[in-house]
Structure formats: structure tokens, C-alpha cells
């Protein structure tokens, strides 16, 4: 059973420098338990799935253009994405807030699914007519899944069109472009664009009868704890899966980077699709380097042992 009051995007600390090197005996050992990049042997696995998790962060958006504000050259204007993603930025400054949020709507308007979002929503289709299950627990606040088919999906970093009011708490979605009028042409991600400074009074505003109160994003903050309903819903899909996909994400941001090992530490085969490794991939039985979008879609293309309906 994961946690449930975990506070959100917590970095794990680096404690590697505090070992030292092991013996080179340990180091083969390591070595020879490398996961496996056979797609034959997944392919031969994940025919016979019945309940698929597929565990998806940034990288799943990558190769559909979407910046992940993390890293190096991961700025809108002069800030990274930890220095308004917070309630305590919302509370200073909402106008700039809802500029970053306003920029970040806009561009995601303009992006579309890449063929790995394409290839979980077709597999989630193909093998529901199988009385099979694919559900979807995504890092990601863009909705590039649902906007490719996928149908269970499982958001627990909320989502971009999203709103949630800071007065009744009522969440709606909110698909308009602009959010309001004052923020049209707004939210410029140069370092040398001027702040707005925008009237609270003028920024979004809830719709619910007699209310009238401020909006903000419906995602999770830094600092903020994750929906414990979803992530009790998350828990159950991850304790009934006998097959897990980890899909283009860093494993560094908790919880979700407690999901795939606990489902490996019961034996459940899992599958890791990155262009990078991780502190997790030893944990797991298979690795595919590359972009999910090249490596994703021959791995849940239909399987000679389907039948097709």
C-alpha cells in the first residue's frame, strides 16, 4: 500500500557520495542483472496481460513540443517552473501565476498527441474488446492522453484546463482561449517581457451562483499534498496489474516514483520506455532506450495471439 499524504513533486536526496565504491565482484553482479530490451519476450508477456498500468511523465509529451520547465534552460521569463508552481507565488502574485498558466494553456492548444499517446489509446481500445484492461496514471497536466482516446486515465497532478475556485472550491473545466479577457496576448515566456500586473479583480473568476471568487489552476503545487482519493484509486490499479509500463519519466518525483518498484517488489513484470536510465531501471525486468514515440508503438501493436473482433 503507497502512501497517501505525500507532499507534491518532493525530490528524493542524493545520498550516492555517502557509499563507497563497491567491490568489483558487486559490480558484476549488478551488471548481469541489467532488465532486458528482448521485444520478443515483452511482446510474448503482454499478450497474455489482462490488467495493464501504464505509468506516464514528461517525456511521454516530449515529442509532442511540450516544455518541461525543468532543468537547465527550463525558464518562462527570469523563473523555473518551482518559483510559481506554488501557493505562496499564487498568494504574492496571482497575475503572474495565471500569466505562466495562461502561456502554458495556449501552447498546449496548439500541440497534438504523438504516436505514443496514439498507441496507449488505440492498445486501451483494442483490448477493452478483449475484456482486457489498459489504464493510464499520468505525471503530466496537458491532456495530450485524453485528447488521444485514452478513456481511463488517472491525472494526479491535476490538469492545465482545470479550474479551481479559491473561495467555494468548486474544479471546472475550462477550455477557453483566452481563460479571460485580460489575459489575451498575455503571458510572453521572453526574460525581458514585462509582468502584466494584471487587477485580481480581472483575473479569472468563478462562475458559481453568488460566488465571483478568484480561480486558479486546478494542478498540484510544490508543497501541496496529492488528492488521497485518486491516489487510493491509483493504489488499487497498481495492486491488481500483471503488467506495468513506465513511460518517459524521470523517477525522481514522489510519489509516482514509488509506483513501478512497488509493483516490480511483487514480481509484476515491468517495462521501462525512456531515452534515459534511471536510478529505478535495475529495478525493473525490461528497458527500451529511445523516444517512446519510435519504441511505444511496436511494443502494443496488436499480437499474433489477439483475436481481432
Given at each position: 500500500?503507497?502512501?497517501?499524504?505525500?507532499?507534491?513533486?518532493?525530490?528524493?536526496?542524493?545520498?550516492?557520495?555517502?557509499?563507497?565504491?563497491?567491490?568489483?565482484l558487486?559490480?558484476?553482479?549488478?551488471?548481469?542483472?541489467?532488465?532486458?530490451s528482448?521485444l520478443?519476450?515483452?511482446?510474448?508477456?503482454?499478450?497474455?496481460?489482462?490488467?495493464?498500468?501504464?505509468?506516464?511523465?514528461?517525456?511521454?509529451?516530449?515529442?509532442?513540443?511540450?516544455?518541461t520547465?525543468?532543468?537547465?534552460?527550463?525558464?518562462?521569463?527570469?523563473?523555473?517552473?518551482?518559483d510559481?508552481?506554488?501557493?505562496?507565488?499564487?498568494?504574492?502574485?496571482?497575475?503572474?501565476?495565471?500569466?505562466?498558466?495562461?502561456?502554458?494553456?495556449?501552447?498546449?492548444?496548439?500541440?497534438?498527441?504523438?504516436?505514443?499517446?496514439?498507441?496507449?489509446?488505440?492498445?486501451?481500445?483494442?483490448?477493452?474488446?478483449?475484456?482486457?484492461k489498459?489504464?493510464?496514471?499520468?505525471?503530466?497536466?496537458?491532456?495530450?492522453?485524453?485528447?488521444?482516446?485514452?478513456?481511463?486515465?488517472?491525472?494526479?497532478h491535476g490538469?492545465?484546463?482545470k479550474?479551481?475556485?479559491?473561495?467555494?472550491?468548486?474544479?471546472?473545466?475550462?477550455?477557453?482561449?483566452?481563460?479571460?479577457p485580460?489575459?489575451?496576448?498575455?503571458?510572453?515566456?521572453?526574460?525581458?517581457?514585462?509582468?502584466?500586473?494584471?487587477?485580481?479583480?480581472?483575473?479569472?473568476r468563478?462562475?458559481?451562483?453568488?460566488?465571483?471568487?478568484?480561480?486558479?489552476?486546478?494542478?498540484?503545487?510544490?508543497?501541496?499534498?496529492?488528492?488521497?482519493?485518486?491516489?487510493?484509486?491509483?493504489?488499487?490499479?497498481?495492486?491488481?496489474?500483471?503488467?506495468?509500463?513506465?513511460?518517459?519519466?524521470?523517477?525522481?518525483?514522489?510519489?509516482?516514483?514509488?509506483?513501478?518498484?512497488?509493483?516490480?517488489?511483487?514480481?509484476?513484470?515491468?517495462?521501462?520506455?525512456?531515452?534515459?536510465?534511471?536510478?529505478?531501471?535495475?529495478?525493473?525486468?525490461?528497458?527500451?532506450?529511445?523516444?517512446?514515440?519510435?519504441?511505444?508503438?511496436?511494443?502494443?501493436?496488436?499480437?499474433?495471439?489477439?483475436?481481432?473482433?
Open positions: 500500500m503507497i502512501l497517501l499524504q505525500f507532499t507534491a513533486r518532493k525530490l528524493v536526496s542524493q545520498v550516492g557520495n555517502c557509499f563507497k565504491r563497491p567491490p568489483k558487486q559490480m558484476t553482479q549488478i551488471e548481469t542483472s541489467r532488465p532486458s528482448d520478443a519476450e515483452f511482446r510474448e508477456i503482454f499478450a497474455k496481460a489482462k490488467h495493464v498500468t501504464i505509468l506516464t511523465g514528461a517525456g511521454a509529451s516530449a515529442e509532442s513540443g511540450v516544455p520547465f525543468r532543468g537547465k534552460g527550463g525558464f518562462w521569463r527570469k523563473w523555473q517552473a518551482q510559481l508552481a506554488t501557493p505562496e507565488a499564487f498568494a504574492r502574485n496571482p497575475s503572474r501565476v495565471w500569466e505562466f498558466y495562461h502561456y502554458r494553456r495556449e501552447l498546449m492548444l496548439s500541440k497534438s498527441p504523438n504516436a505514443a499517446h496514439i498507441a496507449i489509446a488505440e492498445c486501451e481500445a483494442r483490448l477493452s474488446k478483449q475484456g482486457r489498459v489504464v493510464v496514471v499520468t505525471q503530466n497536466i496537458d491532456e495530450l492522453h485524453k485528447r488521444a482516446g485514452s478513456k481511463a486515465i488517472y491525472e494526479i490538469s492545465l484546463f479550474t479551481r475556485c479559491t473561495n467555494c472550491k468548486h474544479v471546472a473545466e475550462n477550455y477557453r482561449s483566452p481563460i479571460c485580460a489575459l489575451a496576448g498575455k503571458g510572453a515566456p521572453d526574460p525581458d517581457t514585462e509582468d502584466a500586473k494584471i487587477p485580481v479583480e480581472d483575473l479569472p468563478c462562475e458559481e451562483f453568488g460566488c465571483n471568487g478568484l480561480l486558479r489552476p486546478h494542478v498540484v503545487w510544490f508543497g501541496e499534498t496529492l488528492d488521497s482519493d485518486i491516489l487510493m484509486e491509483v493504489n488499487k490499479e497498481l495492486e491488481i496489474c500483471d503488467l506495468c509500463l513506465i513511460v518517459g519519466t524521470s523517477s525522481i518525483v514522489y510519489p509516482a516514483a514509488l509506483f513501478a518498484p512497488q509493483v516490480a517488489a511483487r514480481g509484476v513484470p515491468v517495462a521501462e520506455f525512456n531515452t534515459v536510465v534511471t536510478d529505478a531501471t535495475t529495478k525493473f525486468r525490461f528497458y527500451f532506450p529511445g523516444p517512446c514515440g519510435t519504441t511505444l508503438p511496436p511494443a502494443l501493436a496488436r499480437h499474433e495471439s489477439e483475436v481481432i473482433f
